[in-house]
């Protein structure tokens, strides 16, 4: 289970850059799932801006996280 994703200097993000799965104090409980030790975790989330300012890129480092962490070094 993924909480939150720091990266930086991937594709076009150059700064350090803050993914989080946590739910915030407003956020409606019927959107997350029951909580795991005191943290309250969304279910879905959902990634918007405009054309050019770097959602691909995000999924892009998402994926690279997933192959160095799923990749057998036999």
């Known amino acids: 289970m993924l909480l939150e994703f720091i990266f930086r200097n991937s594709y076009s993000y150059q ?3 803050y ?3 946590e739910a915030v104090k407003k956020t409606q409980i019927k959107n997350e ?3 795991f030790n005191k943290h309250r975790i969304l279910k879905s ?3 918007f801006g405009p054309n050019a300012s770097g959602k691909s890129n995000l999924l892009k480092s998402l994926k ?3 192959d160095l962490v799923m ?3 036999k």
Request: proline share 6%; no cysteine.
């Open 15 to 17: 700064n350090e850059t």
């Open 19 to 21: 993914f989080s799965m």
């Open 33 to 35: 799932f029951p909580k």
């Open 45 to 47: 989330a959902v990634t």
């Open 64 to 66: 690279t996280f997933q």
């Open 71 to 73: 990749r057998d070094d």
